[in-house]
């Protein structure tokens, strides 16, 4: 599977923002995403995921309660919708698709395909 991030871009601190991860390439509905972020220097940091059905969704520590996963299976995409931007989220947001289940959600070994990635800046 081929998978798109994009609607990145740049923000002020509270600002909502949602960005989209589009696949491509095998059926949609096989995969479970996830979404992480990276700073320059930093460990990619995990934020969330979503079931293959859409029916579980999970959360880290770094968003948690200023974010919302969902998926559309009708576009093959999965959304990741943020409020209340901060500067430190700034940041690299890419989403990602394991083959099998991961032991851990948080674990970015159990990923198989990447997305490229998109570009989050929230100014102060």
């Known amino acids: 599977v081929q998978l798109q991030a994009s609607g990145g871009g740049v923000v002020q601190a509270g600002d909502s923002l949602k960005i989209s991860c589009v696949a491509s390439g095998d059926t949609f509905d096989n995969y479970h995403i996830a979404w992480f972020r990276q700073v320059p220097g930093k460990e990619r940091e995990y934020i969330s995921a979503i079931s293959r059905t859409g029916m579980s969704t999970y959360y880290g520590d770094s968003m948690k309660g200023r974010v919302t996963i969902s998926r559309d299976a009708a576009k093959n995409t999965v959304y990741l919708q943020m409020g209340s931007l901060k500067p430190e989220d700034t940041a690299v947001y890419y989403c990602?698709?394991?083959?099998?289940?991961?032991?851990?959600?948080?674990?970015?070994?159990?990923?198989?395909?990447w997305g490229q990635g998109t570009l989050v800046t929230v100014s102060s």
């Open positions: 990602a698709a394991p083959t099998i289940t991961p032991t851990r959600w948080s674990y970015t070994h159990e990923y198989t395909y």
